[in-house]
């Protein structure tokens, strides 16, 4: 276990956390005024890899060698040079600091954006340490400056990460549809049924890797939900009338993959981040990586009952009538999730995934974005 302190004074900022994997979805915007809900578990803390605010750079003015160097290989919009490294954690796990709105209010709307820098100072010796974001279409969070605290032992032995058998055993899957909560708008607050905002980051990142796993050659996804998710995504993005290579769900306790099985949607150890990986042959396969929940539910997706229930319906049973809400419109990767594993892939400097990066913008997409 970890507690983070003040870099000036030493003083306690966090309650004892112990380190899990970055979510996917860490850096999503999603929606117009929708409110979503805190990032991470309590007690648990992610270091972000990349730099997450400016100053930024745009791209013409950078030199590839430099890009390379920070692990993109592919054009992106703007880099940003704030350093890298932050530790992002639940706000309700801070400890010993105060809001500084009235100069760090950013661009925000309905909360706290961070865009102004740090908006959260220590108690203590009231040096700016945190920002916290709040702020409607953001991912509740509170991100530690790494230049401004220190991560030191203490509270604690943290729990031994369980292997893949405990996590399939106690693992829950991670629905695809929720209702999004809103503010604003002309009827005030609300909210609407759509898919899950998680699904659409887990298949941004997904595929982007599923792009590179074809190497130029059209993907079919097994039917159901996955090709609900992807097929749309891969038939518009990759060329057609060449053989086609087959990805396959893959994982602890499901079948070995057999020949022919050229890719396999596999999961992520969430504490670990480490991709599952199969023994023997297959495991020169290309790994496509999901989040746990989202893997579960694929491999074992809840059917609603054939027929109605009656007497008192337990908690895990959905109704079947009135019928369950469904979204209204096709699944849409997320984006920025999509562009920006993309462009962190090696395989991106082929000249056919560049040119996906290079001419993101087009209307052609805008169905499966």
């Given at each position: 276990?970890?507690?983070?302190?003040?870099?000036?004074?030493?003083?306690?900022?966090?309650?004892?956390?112990?380190?899990?994997?970055?979510?996917?979805?860490?850096?999503?915007?999603?929606?117009?005024?929708?409110?979503?809900?805190?990032?991470?578990?309590?007690?648990?803390?992610?270091?972000?890899?990349?730099?997450?605010?400016?100053p930024w750079?745009?791209?013409?003015?950078?030199?590839p060698?430099?890009?390379?160097?920070?692990g993109?290989y592919?054009?992106?919009?703007?880099?940003?040079?704030?350093?890298?490294?932050?530790?992002?954690?639940?706000?309700?796990?801070?400890?010993?600091?105060?809001?500084?709105?009235?100069?760090?209010?950013?661009?925000?709307?309905?909360?706290?954006?961070?865009?102004?820098?740090?908006?959260?100072?220590?108690?203590?010796?009231?040096?700016?340490?945190?920002?916290?974001?709040?702020?409607?279409?953001?991912?509740?969070?509170?991100?530690?400056d790494?230049?401004?605290?220190?991560?030191?032992?203490?509270?604690?032995?943290?729990p031994?990460?369980?292997?893949?058998?405990?996590?399939?055993?106690?693992g829950?899957?991670?629905?695809?549809f929720?209702?999004?909560?809103?503010?604003?708008?002309?009827?005030?607050?609300?909210?609407?049924?759509?898919?899950?905002?998680?699904?659409?980051?887990?298949?941004?990142?997904a595929?982007?890797?599923?792009?590179?796993?074809?190497?130029?050659?059209?993907?079919?996804?097994?039917?159901?939900?996955?090709a609900?998710?992807?097929?749309?995504?891969?038939?518009?993005?990759?060329?057609?009338?060449?053989?086609?290579?087959?990805?396959?769900?893959?994982?602890?306790?499901r079948?070995?993959?057999?020949?022919?099985?050229?890719?396999?949607?596999?999961?992520?150890?969430?504490?670990?981040?480490?991709?599952?990986?199969?023994?023997?042959?297959?495991?020169?396969?290309?790994?496509?990586?999901?989040?746990?929940?989202?893997?579960?539910?694929?491999?074992?997706?809840?059917p609603?009952?054939?027929?109605?229930?009656?007497?008192?319906?337990?908690?895990?049973?959905?109704?079947?009538?009135?019928?369950?809400?469904?979204?209204?419109?096709?699944?849409?990767?997320?984006?920025e999730?999509?562009?920006h594993?993309?462009?962190?892939?090696?395989?991106?400097?082929?000249?056919?995934?560049?040119?996906?990066?290079?001419?993101?913008?087009?209307?052609?997409?805008?169905?499966?974005?």
């Open positions: 276990m970890f507690v983070f302190v003040c870099a000036g004074c030493g003083a306690e900022l966090t309650v004892p956390l112990f380190q899990v994997s970055l979510p996917v979805h860490a850096r999503q915007v999603y929606g117009n005024g929708a409110q979503l809900p805190v990032l991470m578990e309590s007690g648990t803390f992610a270091v972000d890899p990349d730099p997450w605010r400016g750079r745009r791209w013409g003015g950078i030199d060698v430099e890009a390379e160097a920070r993109i592919a054009p992106v919009r703007s880099l940003s040079d704030d350093p890298p490294g932050e530790s992002v954690v639940a706000p309700g796990d801070i400890r010993g600091t105060r809001l500084i709105p009235e100069e760090r209010v950013g661009s925000s709307c309905c909360g706290l954006d961070g865009a102004d820098g740090p908006n959260m100072a220590c108690l203590a010796c009231d040096l700016p340490v945190a920002t916290r974001l709040d702020d409607c279409s953001l991912w509740q969070a509170v991100r530690l790494p230049d401004a605290v220190r991560r030191t032992p203490g509270g604690g032995v943290p031994t990460p369980l292997s893949w058998a405990e996590l399939v055993e106690e829950e899957g991670m629905p695809p929720e209702p999004i909560a809103t503010w604003g708008g002309p009827l005030g607050t609300g909210h609407y049924w759509s898919w899950s905002p998680r699904w659409e980051a887990a298949a941004g990142r595929l982007a890797h599923l792009l590179v796993a074809s190497r130029g050659r059209p993907v079919r996804v097994p039917g159901g939900l996955a609900d998710v992807f097929q749309r995504g891969l038939d518009a993005l990759l060329p057609t009338g060449l053989p086609e290579r087959r990805a396959v769900l893959a994982g602890p306790g079948p070995f993959p057999g020949e022919g099985d050229d890719i396999l949607l596999v999961p992520v150890h969430p504490r670990t981040g480490r991709t599952w990986s199969p023994p023997g042959p297959a495991a020169s396969a290309y790994p496509v990586p999901l989040p746990l929940g989202v893997w579960l539910w694929l491999a074992s997706p809840r609603y009952p054939p027929v109605p229930a009656s007497g008192r319906i337990p908690r895990d049973v959905l109704r079947d009538d009135p019928p369950p809400l469904l979204p209204n419109r096709p699944f849409w990767a997320d984006r999730v999509f562009r594993t993309l462009a962190r892939l090696p395989a991106a400097r082929a000249p056919w995934l560049r040119a996906i990066l290079e001419n993101f913008g087009q209307d052609a997409w805008a169905h499966i974005f």
